[in-house]
C-alpha cells in the first residue's frame, strides 16, 4: 500500500491526483479546461502534435486486440510532478521506503540551469517561471512523460481575445518552456482565503485544478495526499484494499510522482509502464495491492 | 607578392587570389550560415528540425563532436607546457588555433540554439549549482577566454604586429606565463568535457542516457573526458595532415605526428575498455533494470549498427592500429586510424544526443526519426565556413609552425 508520508518523506502537504482510467471516455473536456484556465494559445497548424502545447495530453490506447475483443482506454497526462527518489524494488511495489538512500531529483529541477522551475517543498508542485527560461530545452529532454513544452511558436492571439484571457496566468512567449502547474495560481487564492478566513489549512475544495472540475465522469481527483482528510489519499487507499490497480506511470524509473492512476484491467495498467516478459508484469503486481 | 610581407618569416604561402577565391567559399558557407541564423532568431527555432520530441537536434550534436575534437587544445598544451613534453612544442599552436574554432564556433551556435538568447546570461545570475548545463556554461566561457590568451601571442607575433616594440614585449611575457594559463585551461576543460558527458548520464529518467556513478558524477562524465583527451590529438593530427596535403608543404615532423598517435591510441585504448565495460553492464544491468532491452534502445533507423561502428570499426580498431609502431610510421595508415578515431568520437556524440532522445519511455509514446531542416543545417555548417576562414588565416599570416622552415629546408 501506498504510505505517502513515507514515500515523499515529509509532514508537509503533497498535492496530488488519482484518475480513474474505468471512468475516463476521453473527451478532451480536461484539456480545454487547462488551456482555457492557463491561457495556452491555438497555434496556426494545431495538426502537428509535436510542436503544439497541451499540458493536459489525453492519450487513447488500446489492448492490441482485434474487432470484436478490442477496448480502448484513455491516460490523461498532466505534469507529474516528480519528487524523485530511490528507485524502488517492483516486487515491493515500487515503494521507497528507505529514507537514507536517495536524495531528492525532480528530473526537470535539477537540470535547468538557470533555476526557471522548482520544486516547491511545501506543497510538491514542480514550479516554472517562463520570464527566467532561456529556452535550453534541457528539461524537455529531461523529462519521460513529454510533460514539458516548448513554445515553437509565437501564439496568433486574435485580436481582442486578450479580455478573454484569465488574468492570474501570464501567457507565454515564443523560446520558453512551459507545463503544468497543478493550477498553482488556484492554491495562491485559495491561501489568501484561508489566511483571511483564520484558517491554518486551505479547504480541500477551495483548492483543485481546472481539469478536476471540468471532468464530467468524475476520472480526477485532487488533493493533499499528506491530508488523512482529503478524499484522494482516502480513495486511493481504500481502491487498493479493494484490490483495485492503482499505480503511477513509470514508476520503476523513481521519479516518485504524485499522479496516482486507477483501473480494473489488468492489460491497462501494463501499459503504465515497461516490462520485460509477463512474468515480470506479475511480479510488480502484488506489492500494489492492499 | 602582394602579402608576402606578412607572411611568417622564411616560408612562402600560395598565389594572393587563390587565396582570396578560397576566401570567398568560406564567405558564402558564413552567407548560407548568417540566413539560416538570420531565420532562426527572426521567426524562431520553429525553423528547425526539433520538436518536444527531439529538444536537442543537429546543433547540439556538432557542439559535442567539436568540442571533444577541439580537446586537443588544452591536452596538448597540458602536455606540452606542464608535463613538458617538448617534441609536442611543433604541434601546440595548431592544436590552440583549432581549439579556438572549435569553442568559439560552439558558443556562437548555442547562442542560435537556446530559445531566448538574449536571456543567456541567466544561467551566470540566476544558477542553479545542481546542473551539468550550468557547469557547461561556465566552463566553455571561461575556457573561451582561456584559449584566447593562448591563442594571442601567435597573433602578436606576426611579422607586421611585431613590429610594435610593445606588442612583442607582450608576447614574449605570455609566453612566459603561459603554463599558468594552460594549467587553468586544463581544469577548466576538463570540467566541461566532463560536463557534458555528465549532462546526459544524469538524465535518470532517460534509460538510454542515465548511468550510475562515482559521487555526484555519473561515469559517462569521466568517459566523455577520457574520449575527448583520446580523439583530440588526433584530430589535431589530422587537419595539420590535411593542410599538408592541400598546400603541398611540409609542417610537422612525422616523428611529433607519430608521437601524438601514440598518445591518442594510448588514450583511446584505456577509453575503449571501460566504455565496453560501461556498455555492458548497461546492456546487461541498467537496461533490464528498467524493463527495456537493447532491441528497444536500438531501433531503426538507429539500429544496432550504431553501436558496432561505434565502439568496433570506429573504436576498437583504431585504438589498436594506433598502437602499433609501423601503422603510425605509415602517413596513410596514421590518417586513416585518426579518422575513424574521430568518426567514433562523432558517433558517440550523435547516439548520446539524438538517441537518447529518441527512444519512447512511455510504454504508449511512439517512436519518431529525426531529420533537420535546411536552416538548421545551415547554421550547423558555420563551424565549416569559420573554421576554414580563422585556419587559413592563422596558417597564412601566424607563425603556428614553428618546423616549417626546418623541414622546407630538408
Known amino acids: 500500500m501506498y504510505d505517502f508520508k513515507k514515500i515523499y518523506r515529509t509532514e508537509e502537504s503533497r498535492y496530488g491526483m488519482l484518475i480513474n482510467i474505468d471512468k475516463c471516455t476521453g473527451c478532451g473536456a480536461c484539456s480545454v479546461a487547462c488551456m482555457s484556465e492557463n491561457n495556452s494559445g491555438v497555434l496556426e497548424d494545431e495538426t502537428n502534435k509535436i510542436r503544439s502545447v497541451t499540458w493536459l495530453r489525453v492519450y487513447q490506447v488500446d489492448n492490441g486486440q482485434a474487432f470484436p475483443k478490442t477496448e480502448v482506454a484513455f491516460f490523461p497526462r498532466p505534469c507529474q510532478h516528480c519528487q524523485g527518489g530511490k528507485v524502488g524494488n517492483y516486487k515491493e511495489g515500487f515503494f521507497f521506503e528507505d529514507p537514507d538512500a536517495h536524495e531528492n531529483h525532480t528530473p526537470c529541477v535539477s537540470v535547468c540551469p538557470a533555476t526557471a522551475t522548482d520544486y516547491d517543498e511545501k506543497t510538491g508542485i514542480v514550479s516554472q517561471v517562463p520570464t527566467r527560461c532561456i529556452g535550453c530545452r534541457y528539461c524537455v529532454a529531461a523529462c519521460p512523460y513529454h510533460a ?17 484571457l484569465s488574468p492570474f496566468v501570464s501567457p507565454r512567449m515564443r523560446g520558453v518552456v512551459e507545463k503544468c502547474t497543478f493550477c498553482f495560481h488556484r492554491y495562491q487564492q485559495a491561501q489568501n482565503k484561508a489566511f483571511k478566513d483564520g484558517e491554518e489549512k486551505i479547504a480541500e475544495m477551495d483548492y483543485q485544478t481546472a481539469c478536476t472540475e471540468a471532468c464530467p465522469s468524475g476520472a480526477i481527483m485532487f488533493g493533499d495526499l499528506n491530508n488523512p482528510d482529503h478524499k484522494v489519499g482516502q480513495t486511493i487507499q481504500q481502491y487498493q484494499k479493494e484490490g483495485r490497480f492503482v499505480f503511477r506511470l513509470l514508476e520503476r524509473l523513481g521519479t516518485n510522482t504524485k499522479v496516482f492512476y486507477t483501473t480494473e484491467r489488468e492489460w491497462v495498467r501494463r501499459k503504465a509502464d515497461n516490462f520485460i516478459s509477463d512474468e515480470d508484469f506479475k511480479q510488480a503486481l502484488p506489492g500494489q495491492k492492499g | 607578392m602582394y602579402d608576402s610581407s606578412f607572411w611568417p618569416k622564411g616560408v612562402t604561402r600560395g598565389h594572393p587570389v587563390l587565396f582570396v577565391f578560397w576566401l570567398l567559399i568560406c564567405g558564402a558557407i558564413l552567407q548560407f ?81 537556446i530559445g531566448q538568447p538574449i536571456r543567456g546570461w541567466f544561467g551566470f545570475w540566476h544558477a542553479n549549482i545542481h546542473s551539468m548545463l550550468t557547469e557547461v556554461m561556465f566552463c566553455i566561457t571561461t575556457y ?73 558524477w555519473p561515469w559517462t562524465f569521466f568517459l566523455f573526458i577520457l574520449s575527448a583527451i583520446a580523439t583530440g590529438p588526433s584530430f589535431t593530427t589530422l587537419c595539420v595532415m590535411i593542410t599538408e596535403k592541400v ?65 568496433g570499426v570506429c573504436g576498437v580498431l583504431p585504438a589498436i592500429m594506433l598502437l602499433v609502431p609501423r601503422v603510425r610510421q605509415s602517413y596513410g595508415l596514421l590518417f586513416l586510424a585518426m579518422l575513424l578515431n ?21 510504454p504508449f509514446e511512439k517512436f519518431i526519426a529525426f531529420m533537420p531542416t535546411w536552416q538548421e543545417i545551415a547554421v550547423g555548417s558555420l563551424i565549416l565556413g569559420y573554421g576554414f576562414l580563422v585556419y587559413s588565416l592563422a596558417y597564412r599570416y601566424l607563425p603556428i609552425f614553428p618546423k616549417e622552415v626546418e623541414l622546407s629546408q630538408d
Open chain 1, 148 to 164: 514539458r513544452y516548448f513554445n515553437w511558436y509565437d501564439v496568433p492571439w486574435p485580436k481582442g481575445s486578450e479580455r478573454a
Open chain 2, 33 to 113: 550560415t548568417g540566413i539560416g541564423a538570420f531565420l532562426c532568431l527572426w521567426k524562431g527555432l520553429n525553423q528547425t528540425g526539433m520538436n518536444d520530441y527531439y529538444a536537442f537536434g543537429l546543433w547540439i550534436v556538432i557542439d559535442l563532436a567539436v568540442i571533444a575534437l577541439g580537446a586537443g587544445a588544452f591536452f596538448t598544451s597540458f602536455l606540452s607546457y606542464i608535463v613538458r613534453i617538448k617534441e609536442l612544442k611543433n604541434i601546440v599552436g595548431v592544436a590552440v588555433l583549432i581549439g579556438f574554432i572549435c569553442y568559439t564556433g560552439a558558443i556562437m551556435m548555442l547562442g542560435i540554439d
Open chain 2, 144 to 216: 573561451a577566454i582561456v584559449l584566447i590568451i593562448e591563442l594571442l601571442p601567435a597573433v602578436l607575433e606576426n611579422r607586421q604586429i611585431a613590429k610594435v616594440p610593445e606588442f612583442g614585449t607582450f608576447a614574449h611575457n605570455l609566453h612566459r606565463i603561459m603554463i599558468v594559463f594552460a594549467g587553468t585551461g586544463t581544469f577548466l576543460s576538463f570540467f566541461h568535457q566532463g560536463s557534458l558527458g555528465g549532462m546526459f548520464g544524469v538524465l535518470f529518467a532517460r534509460p538510454f542516457a542515465f548511468r550510475e556513478g562515482f559521487m555526484i
Open chain 2, 247 to 311: 598546400t603541398g608543404r611540409k609542417l610537422v615532423p612525422h616523428k611529433t605526428k607519430m608521437l601524438m598517435g601514440k598518445i591518442s591510441g594510448l588514450l583511446l585504448t584505456a577509453y575503449m575498455v571501460l566504455k565496453l565495460a560501461d556498455t555492458y553492464y548497461w546492456a546487461k544491468v541498467m537496461v533490464p533494470g528498467v524493463g527495456s532491452s537493447l532491441d528497444v534502445m536500438y531501433q531503426a533507423p538507429y539500429g544496432t549498427w550504431l553501436l558496432w561502428a561505434e565502439l
Open chain 2, 342 to 362: 574521430c568518426t567514433g568520437i562523432v558517433l558517440n556524440r550523435f547516439v548520446f544526443t539524438i538517441q537518447s532522445l529518441a527512444i519512447p519511455v512511455l
